[in-house]
């Protein structure tokens, strides 16, 4: 654990945090700006991509291509939240953020990653509401519902973060206080705090509400997904389970990257590595989902990829792989 050794400083309000970055990597500003500057436009352009196929085209107005657009939405501001500030950082050394500025980025972070996970496990029930329970599906998830899960997912997660960072915000902090980071992550704010034993307490808080949103959204798409199995081994046809498991393939293997990239960001906290490993995991956990995201249901998702090729301004393209609208 790194602690900034500067003097404490009383005002919170006047408190500067200097974001240290890439420690390893303070001579390769401008490679770095470059490859997030790319990072950020492929996900920019795929997620925009992928809102406005499904806002235009008619046989996506359907439960999980709405959840796909909020995904998206998500998707767009999870990295603007982040991506733009280390862009600075990166190209002209604009290292130090005010104190508010840092906390509210600090608040969109991880209500923003607490929001993906909800919407991970709204997506996951209605793909088991879709496979498990098909004569009802359409009944169940009208209109209203759909925007009534959606909002839960939103305001629950943009809740949740609030103590943790309002009592963040209260430790002592150094008149410019040095942070191990590209950005104001909880625990990376926390630990560069004059040591005492609130910010000790605010680091186990943190981590251990870390672990809770995620582990039980986590459990619930697995018990989502345990379900749809059974169900899809009880088909009879192998044509008929290869079409039903074809419908969640795309949202399982988005679940599986974003709890293998949140995984690996926990674990390099927990345990003895180089501060660059730190900081390298958190970054990865935090571009990587959204990047991988448009690509994932482009090239896996039939609907999708046939609605991409109708608004291609190209040769007219027929798509009989497509299923027709109205069915889940």
């Known amino acids: 654990m790194v ?36 990072f950020y436009l492929l996900i920019l352009i795929g997620n925009i991509i992928i809102i406005a196929v499904i806002v235009v085209e008619q046989t996506l107005h359907k439960p999980m291509y709405f959840f796909l657009t909020n995904l998206s939405v998500l998707d767009i501001l999870f990295t603007t939240t982040t991506i733009p500030r280390m862009l600075a950082m990166f190209l002209v050394n604009a290292k130090t953020i005010s104190f508010h500025v840092c906390f509210l980025q600090m608040y969109c972070f991880h209500g923003l990653t607490v929001t993906e996970s909800l919407l991970l496990v709204v997506m996951s029930y209605d793909r088991y509401e879709a496979i498990c329970n098909p004569l009802h599906y359409l009944v169940k998830m009208t209109k209203r519902i759909n925007i009534q899960l959606a909002a839960c997912a939103w305001v629950t997660a943009l809740l949740i973060p609030i103590p943790v960072i309002f009592q963040t915000s209260q430790l002592t902090f150094g008149e410019t206080t040095t942070v191990y980071h590209c950005f104001c992550d909880h625990l990376a704010v926390v630990q560069a705090a004059c040591s005492d034993f609130s910010a000790s307490f605010q680091t186990f808080l943190g981590f251990s509400i870390a672990m809770t949103v995620s582990v039980v959204p986590f459990m619930l798409v697995t018990l989502s997904y345990v379900h749809i199995i059974i169900s899809i081994l009880k088909i009879n046809s192998k044509v008929g389970r290869r079409k039903a498991f074809s419908t969640c393939t795309s949202h399982l293997i988005v679940v599986v990257t974003y709890y293998s990239s949140i995984a690996v960001a926990y674990i390099s906290y927990r345990t003895d590595m180089p501060i660059d490993i730190h900081v390298m995991s958190n970054v990865v956990f935090a571009i990587l989902t959204p990047l991988l995201n448009p690509l994932i249901y482009t090239l896996r998702n039939k609907e999708v990829k046939c609605a991409v090729k109708k608004i291609d301004p190209g040769p007219a393209v027929n798509c009989p792989t497509c299923p027709p609208s109205g069915r889940p």
Do not use: N, W
């Open 3 to 38: 602690r900034d050794a500067t003097t404490c400083f009383g005002r919170k309000e006047s408190c500067d945090f200097y974001l240290i970055g890439f420690p390893a990597l303070q001579d390769f500003q401008i490679p770095l700006f470059l490859v997030f500057l790319l």
